[in-house]
């Protein structure tokens, strides 16, 4: 299937620092990336939809300015966690869609686990 | 407003026996219906889609429109079933229900 490349797979970072996660395509190209959030035993949550050349868009309650989202290439979307909290501390999961694959099925990123300490 | 429901968060068998997860969605229109798994330490993976209806690994899903479910089903559990599995609707966004941890046991 197609694969979808998460980095770093883990970081710690201070209070108040910021910190960027990468999500690559290696296979395809993406328009189109998600980013999702998941807290321990619950399910993920969308956060942001990250689209190539423009804006992204950003699910309700999710603050656009903590976490900025930038889609600059077809195979690389980040997501930069700014100023960061103990209560941003969770697992990130960036995904995307295979147009030459119907564009349906999602394939996902093996994840960042952020600790903010 | 659109909703995924999937009321059971564990759910443990012996091996051999059948087993059958819950979905049940809430959605204006028809919405495109998968079941992801998440194996231990492994990344989120496609299991099956309803358009498809195919079987994945023994497992089948039957979409009934009329009581918005769309079950996953396995007539004979395996120990390599274990594993987190979420329902997931396709409408714009793809969303997730809570997700139910499967144990199998031998």
């Known amino acids: 299937g197609a694969v979808v490349s998460q980095h770093p797979s883990r970081v710690i970072c201070k209070s108040g620092t910021s910190v960027k996660i990468e999500c690559r395509s290696l296979d395809f190209q993406a328009t189109t990336m998600f980013w999702y959030r998941q807290f321990p035993k619950q399910s993920l949550m969308l956060m942001a939809t990250?689209?190539?050349?423009?804006?992204?868009?950003?699910e309700q309650g999710v603050e656009k300015d903590k976490f900025l989202i930038n889609h600059a290439s077809l195979t690389l979307s980040t997501l930069t966690v700014t100023s960061a909290h103990p209560e941003d501390s969770s697992f990130y999961i960036c995904?995307?869609?295979?147009?030459?694959?119907?564009?349906?099925?999602?394939?996902f990123g093996q994840g960042t686990r952020l600790t903010v300490v | 407003a659109q909703r995924v429901t999937q009321p059971e968060k564990l759910l443990s068998v012996f091996k051999g026996a059948p087993v059958e997860l819950k979905c049940n969605y809430s959605y204006s229109g028809s919405p495109e219906l998968f079941w992801y798994v998440q194996y231990s330490r492994q990344r989120l993976q496609l299991l099956l889609r309803?358009?498809s209806r195919e079987s994945i690994k023994g497992f089948t899903a039957d979409l009934n429109k009329g009581e918005t479910s769309f079950h996953l089903k396995k007539p004979f559990a395996q120990e390599e079933d274990s594993a987190m599995y979420y329902c997931a609707p396709l409408r714009d966004k793809l969303s997730f229900g809570a997700g139910t941890t499967v144990t199998v046991r031998a």
């Open positions: 995904s995307a869609r295979d147009p030459g694959r119907g564009n349906t099925e999602a394939f």
């Open positions: 309803h358009i």
């Open positions: 990250s689209n190539e050349g423009s804006k992204a868009t950003y």
